[in-house]
């Protein structure tokens, strides 16, 4: 089985009616899934939870037996005129055409005249010893909202989509069919994912303040400047990661949030030793601008080799085998991304910071 997260139904809603017959919900349901699949974001929607149309064919046995004609007789009848059966081909010059014979029915009407037989020289028809027309086939679950009886209509959409956008286009959707829906017939709107989507966004957006706090109070004692500069590698760092995911294919889920998460705290590290070293040099009387490129070419190197351990450590995570390495491998690459993306800022960018903020003498920020 192939499964995608993209196929997962972004909007699963209800007709409900408790009175009405399922034909009528399905001929609703079926309007709004082929209103809802001609929206140009939409991948594929779907009706569920009724009964679909069969042909029912109640057989008279009495009068089938006045007029001897057996029930397997009837059936081999239908069979072979419902038949599609190779007729040859045809060749044109240097073309050859397959032919098959067509003896599907197209209406009822050509149904209830199918022969079944004769007696004493009449011909007999479906239609003289049966009842023929469409029915719901048995059902076999019901579909409930609520309690109530009803059938539901899914939808999922394709890539590259933003869910918010897609929701609204469906809603309108929504409005526009429930003015045609009659008395007794209602649309509810059942689960929403974007609603989910909010809600964990919003959540991490508070998760990723409050540890932000947290890391900056424990930086305070490095000076007011110093922390300040080492605060500004976080939010860089995590564009380049979340850069870096885009670019492997990775795309932003619970798992590579997580990874954000635990990221937060490694990729301070780089740029609290470099600011550090770099408040060191200007302590003993080296300018900003020197101090800032010679404290960082100082410690490049063991910067790179605590980074590299980091990364190291979360390497094997990145090639499990089978599902399960499917599964988690957006957590170790989130960590690596971002801890990279702090390694290339804590080198570049924050040395570049510090020798625009710092003064000759950073013991009074300290």
């Not at 991948?43 to 939870?49: G, S």
């Not at 959707?173 to 964990?200: A, C, I, T, W």
């Not at 706090?213 to 424990?218: A, D, G, N």
């Given at each position: 089985?192939?499964?995608?997260?993209?196929?997962?139904?972004?909007?699963?809603?209800?007709?409900?009616?408790?009175?009405?017959?399922?034909?009528?919900?399905?001929?609703?349901?079926?309007?709004?899934?082929?209103?809802?699949?001609?929206?140009?974001?939409?991948?594929?929607?779907?009706?569920?939870?009724?009964?679909?149309?069969?042909?029912?064919?109640?057989?008279?046995?009495?009068?089938?037996?006045?007029?001897?004609?057996?029930?397997?007789?009837?059936?081999?009848?239908?069979?072979?005129?419902?038949?599609?059966?190779?007729?040859?081909?045809?060749?044109?010059?240097?073309?050859?055409?397959?032919?098959?014979?067509?003896?599907?029915?197209?209406?009822?009407?050509?149904?209830?005249?199918?022969?079944?037989?004769?007696?004493?020289?009449?011909?007999?028809?479906?239609?003289?010893?049966?009842?023929?027309?469409?029915?719901?086939?048995?059902?076999?679950?019901?579909?409930?909202?609520?309690?109530?009886?009803?059938?539901?209509?899914?939808?999922?959409?394709?890539?590259?989509?933003?869910?918010?956008?897609?929701?609204?286009?469906?809603?309108?959707?929504?409005?526009?069919?429930?003015?045609?829906?009659?008395?007794?017939?209602?649309?509810?709107?059942?689960?929403?994912?974007?609603?989910?989507?909010?809600?964990?966004?919003?959540?991490?957006?508070?998760?990723?303040?409050?540890?932000?706090?947290?890391?900056?109070?424990?930086?305070?004692?490095?000076?007011?400047?110093?922390?300040?500069?080492?605060?500004?590698?976080?939010?860089?760092?995590?564009?380049?990661?979340?850069?870096?995911?885009?670019?492997?294919?990775?795309?932003?889920?619970?798992?590579?949030?997580?990874?954000?998460?635990?990221?937060l705290g490694l990729l301070v590290d780089d740029s609290i030793?470099?600011?550090?070293?770099?408040?060191?040099?200007?302590?003993?009387?080296?300018?900003?601008?020197?101090?800032?490129?010679?404290?960082?070419?100082q410690i490049g190197t063991a910067v790179i080799g605590c980074?590299?351990?980091?990364?190291?450590?979360?390497?094997?995570?990145?090639?499990?085998?089978?599902?399960?390495?499917?599964?988690?491998?957006?957590?170790?690459?989130?960590?690596?991304?971002?801890?990279?993306?702090?390694?290339?800022?804590?080198?570049?960018?924050?040395?570049?910071?510090?020798?625009?903020?710092?003064?000759?003498?950073?013991?009074?920020?300290?």
């Amino acid at each position: 089985m192939k499964i995608q997260a993209g196929n997962t139904n972004i909007i699963q809603s209800a007709l409900v009616a408790e009175d009405a017959e399922y034909a009528d919900l399905r001929k609703y349901a079926d309007e709004l899934k082929d209103a809802i699949s001609a929206i140009s974001g939409v991948r594929k929607a779907e009706a569920v939870a009724f009964p679909e149309q069969e042909l029912q064919i109640a057989i008279d046995l009495p009068k089938m037996a006045q007029l001897h004609i057996a029930v397997n007789q009837v059936i081999g009848a239908i069979q072979s005129e419902n038949a599609n059966i190779p007729g040859g081909s045809i060749e044109i010059g240097p073309m050859k055409f397959n032919i098959k014979t067509s003896g599907s029915y197209d209406n009822l009407e050509e149904v209830r005249r199918t022969i079944v037989g004769s007696n004493m020289g009449q011909v007999i028809y479906l239609k003289d010893i049966a009842d023929v027309g469409w029915g719901d086939e048995d059902l076999k679950y019901y579909g409930r909202y609520n309690g109530e009886k009803a059938v539901f209509i899914i939808a999922n959409m394709k890539k590259a989509q933003n869910i918010n956008a897609m929701r609204n286009s469906i809603y309108k959707v929504y409005d526009s069919f429930e003015k045609k829906l009659p008395s007794g017939v209602r649309l509810e709107r059942g689960f929403d994912q974007s609603k989910n989507v909010k809600n964990k966004l919003s959540r991490l957006e508070k998760d990723f303040l409050f540890a932000f706090l947290l890391v900056l109070v424990t930086l305070l004692p490095l000076g007011f400047r110093a922390s300040g500069i080492v605060m500004i590698s976080i939010p860089l760092s995590i564009m380049i990661g979340i850069t870096g995911l885009y670019l492997a294919g990775f795309s932003i889920n619970q798992l590579s949030i997580v990874g954000a998460v635990i990221s937060l705290g490694l990729l301070v590290d780089d740029s609290i030793v470099v600011v550090e070293n770099i408040s060191r040099w200007i302590r003993n009387g080296v300018k900003p601008f020197e101090a800032s490129i010679n404290a960082t070419r100082q410690i490049g190197t063991a910067v790179i080799g605590c980074t590299a351990t980091l990364i190291f450590a979360f390497l094997p995570l990145m090639f499990l085998p089978g599902m399960a390495g499917k599964y988690i491998r957006v957590l170790p690459s989130s960590v690596t991304f971002i801890v990279l993306g702090s390694l290339f800022v804590a080198l570049t960018i924050i040395p570049f910071i510090a020798s625009h903020i710092f003064r000759g003498d950073v013991r009074a920020d300290s």
